[in-house]
């Protein structure tokens, strides 16, 4: 699959619930969302139709997130199937980790490869307060156990100015306690900027920039920053948006990304697929093809191919996070004149919760 200004699309991001049972501040409000109703969700199996339909354009990574992942039935059949597809190369589930230690074998049998792990502090007190449940035991089993069951093991870590401490000094003795995950255990720490998304407005970032000071304030300068090579167990991950630094003594790597202050769009391989059945150009834009309309009204494979094929066209060429002002609403100059149509033009409004991340 090619776009229309000649990138590669080979990775599928496949939100599988809009439910979560985490209250991260910076992604879900407390009280919740309005959620969308059953019928208006894929189904497991027209989840695998569309994946298929895409193996056959060259889809080769397929990454499982929610809201959270977990708390959809019949999961971890959505994962076999998809493994069973001889395209796919890897399948990947990002989770926050609270059921996960209970059922990571049974996804490592059925054909899962890797998993991130969202942690945004090793302080329980922190973490009660950041997610709004007391779990933070639960997370770290479900580290060890995933290791145990030799699947390959991101940390996610998306620090914030208000929840990880106000000064400096406070903010580093929080994250820095998750990079000494990579120290202990072979799996890579990513710190991960906040994007302006739904309740990520309403918090500041703290840039990658910030946090590689910090870490070699405490570990000593690191020279070269390793990008989108392989990951920490050898394995390649196709090309992610991470650059990477390695600290004597640590068993696992240390990644950025940086969306807003290092741009990767340039790079950009991957496509969204929301739990309504949009198949989404660009995090930050709304811009897609309703897919679930389309199986529903009967379409053939060719069809859906065919659309697809057509609306890959349109991919936005960059994100425009930072032309935004934290209400959403872009300044002039900010639309993406690339696409011409104008539902193209529109940011998102979802939430990230409703996107998968
Ligand atoms: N519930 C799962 C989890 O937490 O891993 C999967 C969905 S969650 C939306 C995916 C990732 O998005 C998490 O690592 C989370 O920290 C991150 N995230 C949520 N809101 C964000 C924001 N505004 N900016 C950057 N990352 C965000
Ligand atoms: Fe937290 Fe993930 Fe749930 Fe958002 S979707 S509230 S990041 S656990």
């Known amino acids: 699959m090619q776009d229309g200004i000649g990138r590669k699309i080979e990775y599928l991001r496949v939100s599988v619930t809009d439910r979560c049972n985490l209250r991260c501040r910076y992604c879900m409000p407390r ?28 889809l080769k990574k397929v990454r499982f997130t929610g809201g959270e992942p977990m708390v959809r039935k019949n999961l971890v059949k959505l994962v076999r199937d998809v493994a069973g597809l001889p395209q796919i190369e890897t399948v990947a589930m990002t989770t926050n980790g609270v059921l996960f230690a209970d059922q990571v074998k049974e996804f490592a049998e059925a054909g899962l490869n890797a998993v991130n792990i969202s942690l945004d502090t090793l302080e329980a007190d922190q973490f009660a307060q950041i997610t709004g449940r007391d779990e933070l035991e639960k997370v770290l089993q ?32 929080s994250y820095l306690k998750v990079a000494e995950l990579a120290r202990k255990y072979p799996v890579d720490v ?58 004597a003594g640590f068993r696992g790597r240390i990644g950025f990304i940086d969306p807003l202050s290092h741009q990767f769009c340039a790079e950009c391989n991957r496509l969204r697929l929301t739990v309504d059945g949009r198949l989404k150009l660009c995090l930050y834009y ?22 697809i094929e057509k609306v890959l066209l349109k991919k936005p060429r960059e994100h425009h996070f930072l032309q935004e002002d934290n209400t959403g609403i872009q300044r002039e100059g900010a639309e ?22």
Do not use: W
């Open 31 to 58: 009280e919740g969302i309005e959620q969308f109703a059953h019928a208006d969700c894929l189904t497991l199996e027209e989840i695998y139709r569309i994946v298929s339909v895409m193996a056959d354009m060259g």
């Open 142 to 173: 479900a580290v060890d156990c995933s290791l145990e069951q030799g699947l390959k093991v991101k940390i996610n870590c998306v620090p914030v100015r208000e929840l990880n401490g106000m000064t400096d000094e406070q903010a580093a003795g």
């Open 190 to 247: 990513r710190f991960i900027e906040l994007m302006p998304i739904g309740c990520g407005r309403e918090f500041s970032r703290i840039t990658g920039e910030e946090t590689l000071a910090a870490l070699e304030a405490r570990y000593g300068r690191v020279t070269e920053l390793q990008r989108r090579d392989s990951d920490a167990q050898g394995a390649d991950v196709r090309s992610g948006p991470a650059r990477y630094v390695k600290f």
């Open 286 to 307: 709304a811009g897609g093809v309703d897919l679930r309309e389309m199986l529903r009204g009967g379409a053939s494979d060719k069809e859906l191919r065919e659309e």
């Open 336 to 357: 993406n004149r690339e696409c011409g149509e104008k539902l193209y033009d529109i940011p998102e409004t979802r939430r990230m919760v409703q996107i998968g991340g």
